[in-house]
């Protein structure tokens, strides 16, 4: 069997399987609904009207949300990794979602629910963190201290957040406390107006620089000897990371170890570095491992933060002593 | 061809090269010598526009390296750094295939030059058959090799490699030094390479470079010799090592 067909083959099953988990998530949940029905609900035909209400205004928007939050968050954690030539490098561990949960804390606590400002706030977090961490890492060129910066600036951000909660009132603490916890499940239909497309924009800067990203593989210093705009590339990168970790935390919560641990997976599986691959294929890995997390979630009525870590830590593990 | 024109470099208060009015024509192997700090990737770097605190002029083939956009200069002169590169997961095609970057679309597309290209880089440095395989179970020198062949399917006029033999074994430097000489005798490029191997530098190549702070000597061979600089630079307090009987 050829690399060229594995990939195809691979490809083929990751669609297929995320469309069963699609389907399978709208049917899991505290009420059991009949894939039957599901399908019923969703194509318009003959089912209960509450069953039609739970599947279409409850879970079709969360599994949308899951789909979309697992490709964000595995893309994002890919263009990190490759960016800062580092396998631990992702969204949360490089404290991006850090600065998005502060942006977040700060319109929260302000008693600010409005979506859009928000998720602006949480960009600007994201972003702010970004452009430090790329400032220090560029006089820096060590990964490790770039990782251990991450820790501190995500520490810094928890600290603040505190004093913050510690400073707010009673229904705006409880309300951020719930944010913190991480949920599929807090997306209305109208906060999906910004995700969607916010999410969609990151994923297409991300599919525009598969270029610079395969250039950047051999460190910035060759990728610019081989004609790449390093500053136009990863100011596209850091746009594209911003909106997608940025806005997915704004409206989930703080989701760890998908960014992390999906981009190793993907590469494993496809047995590539290629970014011409790997970007669609986290994408796809991305949504079909949130899916499951989701599921799972649902089954044993636990949040999903808890279980993409339960999920993610091995793999971080292997990683690492693997590296070793 | 790369010229400088009243070309100044340093670091800090250090002044390595001063005033330096040379050129590197095409068709000839340069081999950069110095003594260790003397600013030989410093000088390298620069010359391949990663290094812009200089003052003076760069040009190639004419043109003023400070004003080429990195598209252009990357289809001008290509670099191989002293980076141990080492990519997992990336067969050696898809490595070599990078350099082909210049010329392809926003996607990396690949058209049938650009395949030839990357099977003739492969070839000139012998590694044809570790096409399909990837870095992360090869030798230094097999992978160091594997990155002079990505700098050659840049297809450019000039190259410029930092200490490529100090990965490789005695027969390997050999052979990568008659790699170099023949790209630049048959193909008509413009090589320049640091390196530390004088015995290399001064048998196989058809210019020396000499960083002597702050001048920059460039002589052929023999006349490098004669000149004494080298004799002069590479001295040590051992009473009873002569550098030139060394080397003979």
């Known amino acids: ?324 | 061809m790369i010229k400088l024109n009243d070309f100044s470099i340093g670091y800090g208060s250090r002044h390595l090269v001063e005033h330096a009015d040379t050129a590197f024509p095409d068709g000839c192997l340069t081999a950069l010598i110095g003594r260790n700090g003397a600013g030989k990737s410093t000088l390298l770097r620069a010359l391949a526009g990663l290094n812009d605190r200089y003052s003076g002029e760069i040009l190639i083939d004419e043109r003023t390296l400070a004003s080429m956009p990195r598209p252009d200069i990357a289809r001008s002169l290509a670099f191989v750094t002293t980076e141990r590169t080492r990519i997992a997961r990336l067969r050696c095609a898809d490595v070599v295939a990078a350099g082909r970057a210049p010329y392809t679309n926003w996607i990396g597309r690949m058209t049938d030059t650009d395949r030839e290209a990357v099977a003739s880089a492969l070839k000139a440095v012998g590694m044809e058959a570790y096409a399909d395989r990837t870095m992360d179970r090869m030798s230094d020198g097999e992978c160091q090799r594997i990155m002079i062949a990505r700098a050659l399917a840049q297809a450019t006029p000039v190259l410029l490699l930092d200490e490529p033999t100090s990965f490789l074994d005695m027969p390997n430097r050999y052979e990568l030094c008659s790699l170099l000489s023949r790209l630049a005798h048959e193909e008509g490029k413009c090589i320049i390479f640091s390196t530390h191997e004088l015995d290399i530098a001064l048998r196989m190549c058809d210019s020396i470079a000499l960083i002597d702070e702050p001048s920059l000597h460039c002589l052929p061979p023999a006349s490098m010799i004669e000149s004494g600089h080298i004799q002069r630079l590479f001295h040590t307090a051992a009473p009873d090592f002569d550098i030139l009987r060394f080397l003979h």
């Not at chain 1, 069963?20 to 039957?36: E, K, M, Q, T």
């Not at chain 1, 970014?275 to 499951?292: C, D, F, N």
């Open chain 1, 1 to 324: 069997m050829s690399a060229h067909h594995r990939t195809a083959i691979l490809f083929t099953v990751l669609l297929l399987l995320s469309a069963a988990l699609f389907c399978l998530d709208l049917a899991v949940g505290s009420v059991a609904i009949p894939l039957r029905d599901v399908w019923a609900a969703l194509t318009g035909g003959e089912c209960p009207k509450a069953t039609s209400k739970i599947v279409l205004d409850i879970r079709l928007i969360k599994a949308v949300v899951a789909v979309m939050a697992g490709a964000a968050l595995s893309v994002s954690g890919l263009q990190m990794q490759t960016l800062f030539r580092n396998p631990l490098a992702g969204p949360y561990v490089l404290g991006i979602s850090s600065g998005a949960s502060l942006g977040v804390a700060l319109m929260v606590l302000a008693g600010v629910s409005l979506p859009l400002g928000i998720a602006g706030a949480a960009w600007v977090g994201s972003a702010l963190i970004l452009v430090l961490i790329a400032a220090v890492g560029h006089r820096i060129k060590d990964i490790m201290v770039i990782l251990i910066l991450g820790m501190m600036f995500s520490s810094g951000v928890s600290a603040v957040v505190q004093i913050l909660q510690y400073l707010s009132r009673e229904e705006a603490l409880k309300a951020f406390v719930i944010w913190t916890m991480g949920s599929l499940g807090d997306v209305t239909a109208g906060k999906l107006y910004i995700l969607v497309p916010a999410v969609l924009t990151g994923l297409i800067l991300a599919v525009v620089t598969v270029k610079p990203l395969n250039l950047l593989l051999f460190g910035e210093e060759y990728a610019v000897t081989m004609g790449l705009n390093v500053k136009k590339s990863r100011t596209l990168l850091f746009a594209s990371t911003t909106l997608l970790a940025g806005t997915v935390t704004a409206f989930c919560g703080p989701i760890g170890f998908i960014g992390l641990a999906m981009p190793h997976v993907t590469r494993m599986l496809f047995a590539d570095s290629d970014h011409r691959v790997l970007v669609p294929a986290t994408i796809l890995t991305g949504a079909v491992v949130m899916l499951v997390c989701d599921i799972v979630s649902k089954l044993f009525v636990l949040p999903v933060n808890a279980i993409t870590a339960l999920l993610g830590i091995p793999i971080v593990v292997w990683i690492v002593l693997r590296n070793k």
